[in-house]
């Protein structure tokens, strides 16, 4: 994913930054150039070091990294460090379904759009519901691959990451994933899916809602979030706050949207569909529940759903940060 320039640093971090400079300046000073310079540098260091409450205990360093390269920062989090065997979520069912069909046939048909055959949907729905699993719903049929989001989107991962490809009109996959699967190496198969769903894939794709790019980009920080406070009920109203007091830019963002709702309402309405029902649910990092609070089925879903981290989350995602 490309770097943002919709972020520039807040008024509070500079703030924070030029008054350490000035305190470090007031204390000392040299004659060199090059020694106050370092002074500087080092003032400024350990501004972009300390923690702050909008971001909920990270620093602005380590938010850097989260936005913009978290797989490449073990110190920070890793991915799959539990992971032993294939995970009992809906996004690793639906891969071992595509799995199991392509080397016991030999690869899949695709049709003539690229899409799945009738059979091996109808095989990923028995599958998903036998794992007592619960995919998004939607109204209507349940035959094309187009009716099971879930399993439309886990399909154009696997071609996307390499782990498979279309070979001759049928997807198929590599010889490496082929070698992981059969030495039990799902960790690096999650690992990867994971990380082409939230760096790569288009997560405005299909919602029908403007890019909202920052929602997509903190996706670490959602899972943050997760870690932090998952371990209640609480509503998903409170993580949306959090999010927006992370990022207000988010709402400059869903301010683009040329409809009906207000920008506050749009980001409510894109921040728990993206972030919750079509990344953590599916790669099974929350358990949701009705707030009993707010039982009225018609209210929004940010009103009446709530949720925390799920017993796999641990598993899938490990912080070395404080929490």
Not at 17 to 42: H, K, N, T, Y
Not at 71 to 78: A, G, I, R
Not at 114 to 123: E, F, I, S, W
Not at 151 to 170: D, N, P
Request: proline share 7%.
């Amino acid at each position: 994913m490309k770097k943002s320039g919709t972020n520039p640093p807040r008024e509070d971090e500079m703030n924070a930054i030029v008054a350490a400079i000035e305190q470090s300046l007031a204390q000392d000073f040299p004659g060199d150039r090059a020694e106050r310079d370092a002074m500087v540098a080092a003032a400024v260091a350990e501004a972009n070091a300390r923690p702050l409450d909008d971001f909920a205990g990270l620093s602005p360093e380590q938010m850097g990294a989260l936005l913009y390269s978290p797989f490449e920062h073990p110190e920070l989090v890793s991915f799959a460090e539990g992971v032993a065997e294939c995970p009992t979520t809906v996004m690793s069912v639906l891969f071992r379904v595509l799995a199991d069909t392509i080397r016991a046939e030999g690869g899949i048909p695709l049709t003539p759009k690229g899409n799945l055959p009738l059979r091996v949907v109808a095989d990923a729905w028995a599958a998903v519901e036998a794992a007592g699993l619960e995919p998004e719903w939607r109204p209507g049929s349940r035959r094309k691959e187009d009716d099971f989001p879930e399993l439309h989107v886990t399909r154009l991962l696997v071609q996307m990451s390499g782990l498979g490809r279309k070979y001759r009109g049928r997807l198929q996959l590599t010889r490496s994933t082929q070698q992981k699967i059969e030495r039990g190496d799902w960790a690096s198969i999650f690992r990867e899916l994971l990380r082409w769903h939230t760096r790569e894939f288009n997560w405005a794709y299909q919602d029908g809602y403007p890019p909202l790019s920052t929602v997509q980009q903190g996706a670490l920080f959602s899972l943050y979030l997760l870690a932090r406070f998952g371990d209640e009920w609480r509503p998903v109203s409170f993580y949306i706050d959090a999010f927006e007091r992370a990022f207000p830019v988010a709402l400059d963002e869903a301010d683009e949207y040329d409809g009906p709702f207000s920008a506050q309402e749009v980001l409510r309405n894109v921040w728990p569909l993206r972030s919750f029902m079509r990344f953590a649910h599916p790669f099974g990092l929350i358990e949701e529940r009705d707030d009993p609070d707010e039982p009225d089925s018609l209210l929004a879903f940010e009103r009446t759903r709530e949720v925390r981290k799920s017993a796999f989350y641990d598993q899938a995602v490990t912080w070395k940060v404080p929490g």
